[in-house]
């Protein structure tokens, strides 16, 4: 890897990868905060901020922040995560300067005026009635209050209209100075890149960034419950996901369970879509998916199906979970193995892939991780590990429900429960 990294007297660091023959850059900012970061009176203000950051500084309108980067072929955007916050662009070599510039201006001196305020607030209104029009957005939304009951990490991003509405400029002034730290903050360059000259423009343009938060506030620990959610809407299909306890990203499992969502559904050739989808046709979609947080991390299957199919399809989506924690063939660890080795390698063609790769690994890990590093962890996973993994995932942690759509249908949370319990493996392998 050509990555280097140098942390500023400020504790902000800054990592660049160079990436021969290219001419353009992706850089940004990548903010250790997130939605969980909020208090109760918060929810959403954390998406409401990186809106904001867009809608004018002490030096820039909104308009010319748009129209500069414009006007250089260039792009920027944000997004916020339950972790995390990125701000990001996309430019040529030479216009490097000036996308530091810009990112610096906008998390600096974003002047949070009341009138683009109230403007944004009805933007988000709408965002937030788009989501909830669309069903495979409520189902996860759902899945995730479901799975953390009441606490910030199952709270949806965007928050509800009552919360957005609520936020004052003084508000989001106070989420920002508590969580826009040089200590939490990372700015990450990847592609047509020297990193000692991005290294003196980051140190000069972010100087007014603070160093740290002086106070005591936490964000609350993360305790996965499990939990039920179903909504009946007139839709043409059921979406669907059942979920468990997955891994932190710090967990000895965390890796094997990347690898058993790609054996259960990752993939045209996963057990999911073959016996689901190919077999028995009960559905479009279906797939198996692990993501983890710094504290917890969820394990889920994903479908989408018509109500008269939906009968079938549960009990058979548990017999492949009850099947995989029996036996998992070594060329199925082998595949999905190649598969996430060559996501990797693509990767490492697209500076924006990188930038956000490296990002990851150095909020999560505080170090850039090498290629061979991550196929080493994988190497060592078996057949065995795996079978017990999903044993422990699949029969030992609350499960999680949640299904947007026509569920009249849908089985009940304690007849899937029964069906993953001792009781229930022991019927299937009698019948």
Same mark, same amino acid.
């Given at each position: 890897?050509?990555?280097?990294?140098?942390?500023?007297?400020?504790?902000?660091?800054?990592?660049?990868?160079?990436?021969?023959?290219?001419?353009?850059?992706?850089?940004?900012?990548?903010?250790?905060?997130?939605?969980?970061?909020?208090?109760?009176?918060?929810?959403?203000?954390?998406?409401?901020?990186?809106?904001?950051?867009?809608?004018?500084?002490?030096?820039?309108?909104?308009? /010319?922040?748009?129209?500069?980067?414009?006007?250089?072929?260039?792009?920027?955007?944000?997004?916020?995560?339950?972790?995390?916050?990125?701000?990001?662009?996309?430019?040529?070599?030479?216009?490097?300067?000036?996308?530091?510039?810009?990112?610096?201006?906008?998390?600096?001196?974003?002047?949070?005026?009341?009138?683009?305020?109230?403007?944004?607030?009805?933007?988000?209104?709408?965002?937030?009635?788009?989501?909830?029009?669309?069903?495979?957005?409520?189902?996860?939304?759902?899945?995730?209050?479901?799975?953390?009951?009441?606490?910030?990490?199952?709270?949806?991003?965007?928050?509800?209209?009552?919360?957005?509405?609520?936020?004052?400029?003084?508000?989001?002034?106070?989420?920002?100075?508590?969580?826009?730290?040089?200590?939490?903050?990372?700015?990450?360059?990847?592609?047509?890149?020297?990193?000692?000259?991005?290294?003196? /423009?980051?140190?000069?343009?972010?100087?007014?960034?603070?160093?740290?938060?002086?106070?005591?506030?936490?964000?609350?620990?993360?305790?996965?419950?499990?939990?039920?959610?179903?909504?009946?809407?007139?839709?043409?299909?059921?979406?669907?996901?059942?979920?468990?306890?997955?891994?932190?990203?710090?967990?000895?499992?965390?890796?094997?369970?990347?690898?058993?969502?790609?054996?259960?559904?990752?993939?045209?050739?996963?057990?999911?879509?073959?016996?689901?989808?190919?077999?028995?046709?009960?559905?479009?979609?279906?797939?198996?998916?692990?993501?983890?947080?710094?504290?917890?991390?969820?394990?889920?299957?994903?479908?989408?199906?018509? /109500?008269?199919?939906?009968?079938?399809?549960?009990?058979?989506?548990?017999?492949?979970?009850?099947?995989?924690?029996?036996?998992?063939?070594?060329?199925?660890?082998?595949?999905?193995?190649?598969?996430?080795?060559?996501?990797?390698?693509?990767?490492?063609?697209?500076?924006?892939?990188?930038?956000?790769?490296?990002?990851?690994?150095?909020?999560?890990?505080?170090?850039?991780?090498?290629?061979?590093?991550?196929?080493?962890?994988?190497?060592?996973?078996?057949?065995?590990?795996?079978?017990?993994?999903?044993?422990?995932?699949?029969?030992?942690?609350?499960?999680?429900?949640?299904?947007?759509?026509?569920?009249?249908?849908?089985?009940?949370?304690?007849?899937?429960?029964?069906?993953?319990?001792?009781?229930?493996?022991? /019927?299937?392998?009698?019948?």
């Amino acid at each position: 890897m050509n990555v280097e990294c140098t942390r500023l007297p400020s504790g902000l660091t800054v990592v660049t990868e160079k990436m021969p023959h290219l001419e353009s850059v992706a850089l940004g900012v990548w903010i250790k905060s997130g939605s969980r970061d909020e208090t109760a009176s918060e929810h959403g203000i954390a998406h409401l901020l990186e809106h904001m950051a867009f809608k004018g500084t002490s030096r820039r309108s909104a308009r /010319q922040i748009a129209e500069e980067i414009e006007n250089v072929g260039g792009e920027v955007n944000a997004a916020t995560s339950t972790e995390t916050t990125s701000y990001y662009a996309r430019v040529l070599k030479d216009d490097v300067p000036l996308a530091i510039d810009i990112l610096a201006d906008i998390l600096t001196n974003s002047l949070l005026d009341e009138t683009e305020l109230h403007r944004e607030k009805h933007v988000i209104l709408q965002e937030i009635g788009a989501a909830m029009d669309t069903p495979d957005d409520v189902v996860f939304d759902k899945f995730s209050s479901a799975a953390y009951h009441d606490q910030p990490i199952g709270r949806s991003i965007l928050g509800t209209p009552e919360s957005v509405q609520s936020f004052t400029p003084q508000q989001i002034r106070d989420y920002l100075n508590r969580n826009y730290t040089a200590d939490k903050m990372i700015v990450v360059a990847a592609g047509a890149v020297e990193h000692d000259v991005i290294v003196r /423009q980051v140190e000069e343009q972010f100087a007014g960034v603070p160093t740290t938060y002086s106070g005591d506030f936490k964000s609350a620990p993360a305790h996965y419950s499990g939990g039920e959610y179903r909504e009946k809407r007139d839709l043409m299909d059921v979406q669907l996901l059942i979920g468990f306890e997955g891994r932190a990203y710090h967990a000895r499992d965390f890796y094997a369970s990347q690898i058993l969502a790609n054996v259960l559904g990752g993939g045209m050739s996963s057990r999911l879509f073959q016996e689901v989808r190919e077999h028995r046709g009960l559905c479009y979609s279906v797939y198996a998916m692990h993501w983890g947080f710094s504290d917890s991390g969820v394990f889920a299957i994903h479908a989408a199906t018509g /109500q008269d199919d939906i009968p079938e399809l549960v009990p058979v989506i548990l017999e492949e979970l009850r099947k995989v924690a029996n036996h998992i063939d070594t060329s199925e660890i082998d595949r999905a193995r190649t598969q996430i080795r060559a996501g990797l390698l693509m990767a490492q063609e697209s500076p924006a892939a990188r930038a956000s790769q490296i990002a990851r690994q150095m909020l999560l890990y505080g170090r850039p991780i090498p290629n061979e590093e991550l196929m080493e962890r994988l190497s060592k996973i078996t057949s065995k590990r795996l079978v017990d993994l999903s044993g422990r995932l699949f029969f030992d942690t609350p499960i999680t429900l949640s299904a947007v759509g026509p569920v009249n249908n849908l089985i009940s949370l304690d007849e899937v429960e029964t069906s993953l319990s001792v009781n229930g493996m022991l /019927q299937a392998a009698t019948s």
